[in-house]
Every structure is written in structure tokens, then in C-alpha cells.
């Protein structure tokens, strides 16, 4: 299936790994014009380097998108450098979890900074470019921690929830406008991220990680953790003219562990 991406400029926000490095291979093989975002200077040429040993290529571009500023003065930049983006896969920001006996006020706030502020900067950036335009696709990478919530998760979680509402918000408002919205949200998903989660749960319950990964992926219908790959695949057809009747969709993606009817 053409999903008719090839030349097409897409900006990556967090895309120097886990789902948005996956989301970075997977437009490039389609032909895309791929444009990386990330904090960390380092961690976007390793990311270029890991591309460009497969056969692909990839623009870098350091800021911190929780940053208002930032995060419009570097999406001028690539439009100024690059082009007009067509497609933004908004995979920035990760909250840190923490046992509820240590989330305070200040973890609260520290999620939104962490998890909220990037995506919805990155996304405002991004729309006052493709409103002038009248077209383009943001597919928003954010988490069953707002749907479905655990107690190690909060923080993040409560973030996740407010960009669900976010997104969906203005995806009524823009569809006018031949601007579409959607948002996936992955239930856990081998990368480092989960890590985290997984040792936490080992503390908690006294095991080891590999413990907790085996009795949370024995939750999972499924019977498995999701590959980054996966959410990947998801993103490029929403992103894509395949889906061009797709938006304000929320996608859940974690193996049919909390249906939704």
C-alpha cells in the first residue's frame, strides 16, 4: 500500500529514541523527509548515526520543547531550512514516576512540565504553520497513563489526560481548516522507558525486573509487551492520506489489556 509520504517533510519531536526513533525509521523507509527533535545534543547523532547505518537519513535539531520559546524558535528554523512540515509525530517528553507515598505538589507540577508542555508547545508551533496552509497531519504519541491510571503514574498520567483532551479539542476545531489531529496511546512498550516502570514495581514488590515484566506482560491479553515498531506502524497510517477521514481519534494500543467499546 502507497501510503504517499514519500518527499513529505515530517518533524519527529522526541525522536532520538524509543517510539520516536521507531517512528523516525519507519517514515524514512517510506520516503519521507525525516527532521529529528530532541533535548540532547548526543543523544540526536546517535540516533543519526543508528539511521544512517540502515541506509537512512535524518536532519537534527537540539531544543527543549518544554520551553514556549524554544520550542517556536526551532520549528521556524526548520521550516526556514527545510520546508513546509507536513506531518508532526509529537513523541516529546517522559514523566517520572513515583511512589505515591513521595508525590508531592512539586512532582505534580513536574509532570506537566515533563510530559504536557513539550507536545503542546511542539503542537502550537507546528499549527500556526499548517493553519496558514490549510493542511498537514500531528499524530500525538502520549500513553494509557491518562485513560487508565496507576498509582506509580500520577503525575504523568494526569498530564497524558489533559493532552487527550487537548488533542482531540483541537482536532474539532482544525478539521475545518484540512488540518487532522489523532493521538495513539501505547499501553507499555519495550524501550527504556518501561524500565523504569518495571524497576520501580521490582522495589516495590521486592523481586527482581524480569519478575515484573513477566507478571505485567502476563496481564497483557496479548501476552506481550508492545515493540516500538508497532506504535510506529500506527502513526504512519493516521499520519497518512489512508486515514484522511481519520482525526480526533484516540488510538489504544496495548494489546486489548483495558478495551474500550
Known sequence: ??????RKIVVIAGGSKGIGL?????FALEGARIVLISRDAANLETARLTLHEAGLEALCYAAN??????????????EHDVGPIDVLVNSAGAARRYDPDQLDGAALRAGMEAKYFPVANTQEAVLKKM??????AIVNIIGQGGKVPTSIHLSG?????ALMLSSVGLASHYAPLGIRINAINPGATLTERVNEALDLEAGRSGGSR?????????????GRYARPEEVA????????ERASYVTGAIIPLDGAKNPVI
Open 65 to 78: 520543547l518544554s520551553d514556549y520559546d524554544d520550542a517556536m524558535r526551532v520549528i521556524d528554523r526548520i
Open 157 to 161: 498520567g494526569a498530564a497524558n489526560a
Open 22 to 26: 521507531a517512528c523516525a525509521q519507519a
Open 210 to 222: 524480569e519478575d515484573a515484566r513477566q507478571k505485567g506482560e502476563a496481564a497483557v491479553p496479548i
Open 131 to 136: 493553519r496558514t496552509r490549510r493542511r498537514g
Open 233 to 240: 506502524n500506527v502513526a504512519l497510517f493516521l499520519a497518512s
Open 1 to 6: 500500500m502507497d501510503l504517499k509520504l514519500s
